[in-house]
């Protein structure tokens, strides 16, 4: 099926170029699409990529052959060092274990990863005109100093008080929200993982049963069953003991539910949407990442922007009962966490405000597609 992708894209391009008001002048895509620069390229589109991750993951990908020479990485992208290295002065110390693609399985599927992101994610921020991030100066200075060609247009917040959630695989659950207005001001324990987290039963039963006895409102996603994955089971008699106390649903309106007055702390996958969304509205985080870039957004939480704390594993792989419930005490009695939080999503919100860098940057960015529109219509005037 990819292989015909860019082929269809290309037909579908000519197709909509016949109407001489409607021509394609520019595209925006993910940046690891890079068959779509292939397409750009050849067709003479200008081209920009947006970037799902952290800056600083985009940077790692760009500096490969800088980490191969330094032997940081071997062609495979197989860490050759423990050390903790820095791409420049200004960016945080980055473990090579947990470059994106160095944490997701077994080594079988770190090649394949790895050898996606030198054919896809590369090429793509190699051939754009312009590299678009959910990110901001403020979070990333080292990164976007870099590259220049990477703009920060973040935060993207994906919902306001009129506008819904959109793009997710489930329907949202907005009863949560309902609960949360019954709830005190800083009090309940928001939990959710994401789209892709897996937990075993053994791990899903200790974090339920340390939900139980925080004994404090808590707010739990959790995604329904995939069969043949993981039918997770709750321990007996769970749904009756925590009665009205703990809420749980399928899928929450996350930017809601992140901006409520009830909300204390953030349990996170810390997925960078996840990451944007908690920093945006000043909620302390519980970092438990799962895989891929989720484990260096962890140390921009924990050990650089400072506004939560980090959960440890067992030898056994397994995040304890009374880990969590360790961590989750530090984190709502921690007045530094809360202050850096509220410090972070006080500069980070500033960005959006009028005359700041997220309007200077989008309008730049808009500007530029004007631009291709503008050469677009006095080509054909002078056809």
């Known amino acids: 099926m990819f292989q015909f992708m860019p082929t269809k894209l290309e037909e579908l391009i000519n197709d909509i170029n016949k109407n001489d008001d409607e021509k394609i002048t520019c ?92 054919r896809e994610g590369k090429e793509a921020a190699k051939a754009a005109d312009h590299i678009i991030c959910n990110s901001t100066v403020e979070l990333e200075n080292g990164a976007f100093s870099l590259f220049p060609k990477m703009l920060p247009i973040g935060p993207l917040l994906a919902t306001n008080k009129s506008t819904k959630q959109v793009g997710h695989f489930w329907n949202e659950d907005t009863s949560g929200l309902r609960w949360l207005d019954q709830q005190p001001i800083c009090s309940v324990i928001y939990v959710a993982f994401g789209s892709f987290t897996i937990f075993n039963q053994l791990q899903f039963e200790e974090l339920a049963l340390a939900l139980e006895d925080t004994k404090k409102p808590f707010l739990w996603v959790v995604r329904p069953g995939i069969s043949g994955i993981v039918e997770y089971v709750y321990p007996s008699g769970y749904m009756e003991r925590i009665g009205t106390r703990g809420k749980i649903v399928s899928w929450a309106p996350q930017q809601e539910v992140l901006n409520h007055s009830a909300v204390a702390c953030f349990m996170s996958h810390c997925g960078w949407n996840s990451t944007m969304e908690g920093v945006s509205n000043g909620v302390p985080f519980l970092c438990w990442p799962y895989f891929a870039d989720q484990v260096f957004n962890k140390t921009y939480i924990c050990d650089i922007w400072k506004p939560g704390l980090g959960l440890n594993q067992d030898d056994r792989g397994i995040v304890t009962r009374g880990e969590i419930i360790s961590k989750l005490e530090q984190v709502l009695r921690n007045n530094i966490v809360k202050e850096n939080a509220l410090n972070l999503q006080e500069k980070t919100m500033d960005c959006v405000r009028v005359g700041n860098s997220f309007n200077e940057n989008l309008n730049k960015f808009i500007d530029w597609v004007k631009e291709g529109n503008d050469d677009a219509c006095v080509n054909e005037t002078h056809k």
């Open 27 to 118: 595209i925006i895509a993910d940046c690891y699409m890079g068959w779509v620069s292939r397409v750009a390229q050849k067709m003479g589109i200008r081209l920009a990529v947006f970037c799902p991750n952290s800056s600083a993951v985009l940077v790692v990908i760009m500096s490969l052959q800088k980490l191969m020479d330094d032997e940081v990485i071997n062609n495979n992208g197989i860490p050759l060092t423990n050390k903790m290295v820095q791409l420049s002065t200004s960016m945080p110390f980055m473990n090579p274990s947990n470059f994106l693609w160095a944490c997701v399985g077994d080594p079988t599927t770190n090649q394949i990863i790895f050898d996606f992101v030198i």
